[in-house]
């Protein structure tokens, strides 16, 4: 069988070795009972990660909890995590306090909200040690106009659950305008702020046409196994329970009613 983990002991060999004051490490993968097995796991449910990664000045960004799944998603190359790094840095839209410089915080912030909006189960941590949430990462164009628009798009989506009003609309309008941005650039702008919005909408979509299905193949609270079935779905799809619980509550086999 080929290697399919890393021992938390070896990471932090790893990082012993280098002989940078300042480390950051990012760990894009499912803190399952795997990973856990031989640590000692809390009862908020997280890995005492300062224990067994710890050091001055490190920064550790994690893509979710010890007891959590990573998720992916089909609408994007990378893990959601992961774009969403990316992206922060790419764009400079994770320079939260607009002073140029991204600090190792400020991608977690960003990273953070962003993976929330598309998967709410999914919650990534961050843990720096000593002087490790100030670690800068990359500077960013902060006078730049496409990051000025895409932070007001932001505002205004997130002001409207994942929805630009007709009055955010022409507000954003007159930015561009003032901004100076074509056409093109702005509504390629505003598709990726609504992205991670529309993929949640996509996966609660999915989740209501598999219990539609289920009803109508009378599969429906038919026994425990496909009750965990239907609780690994909906695992597997990043829902939390509140995402999904008007489903579940006013789904039946004769009446099915969701607000």
């Not at 490190?58 to 893509?63: F, K, M, Q, Y």
């Not at 992961?82 to 992206?87: I, K, P």
């Not at 839209?93 to 002073?99: C, I, K, P, V």
């Not at 505002?155 to 630009?164: D, E, I, T, V």
Request: hydrophobic share 35%; glycine share 6%.
């Amino acid at each position: 069988m080929p290697t399919t983990a890393v021992a938390a002991r070896d990471v932090h060999r790893y990082m012993n070795q280098s002989k940078s004051k300042r480390l950051v490490i990012i760990l894009d993968c499912c803190f399952s009972g795997a990973f856990a097995k031989g640590l000692t796991v809390k009862d908020s449910g997280t890995i005492d990660l300062q224990q067994h990664l710890g050091g001055e000045g490190r920064a550790i960004l994690t893509a979710s909890t010890s007891m959590q799944y990573a998720f992916e998603s089909e609408s994007l190359e990378l893990s959601i995590y992961t774009h969403y790094l990316v992206e922060g840095i790419e764009k400079g839209a994770a320079d939260r306090d607009g002073d140029g410089l991204i600090a190792v915080d400020e991608l977690h912030e960003y990273a953070k909200s962003k993976v929330q909006e598309v998967s709410p189960a999914m919650t990534p941590e961050f843990y720096p040690f000593k002087d490790g949430y100030r670690i800068f990462l990359a500077k960013s164009p902060k006078d730049d106009p496409s990051l000025k628009y895409r932070k007001e798009a932001e505002k205004r989506a997130k002001l409207n659950q994942g929805k630009f009003s007709v009055f955010a609309l022409e507000l954003l309008e007159s930015k561009r305008i003032e901004w100076e941005l074509s056409e093109n650039e702005a509504m390629a702008i505003r598709e990726e702020v609504l992205l991670p919005y529309r993929e949640y909408v996509r996966k609660r979509d999915q989740y209501e046409q598999a219990l539609i299905r289920a009803v109508n193949e009378e599969e429906y609270l038919l026994n425990e196994a496909i009750q965990q079935d239907l609780q690994d779905y909906q695992q597997h799809l990043g829902l939390r329970d509140e995402d999904i619980s008007c489903y579940a509550a006013k789904f039946n086999k004769q009446h099915y009613l969701c607000f």
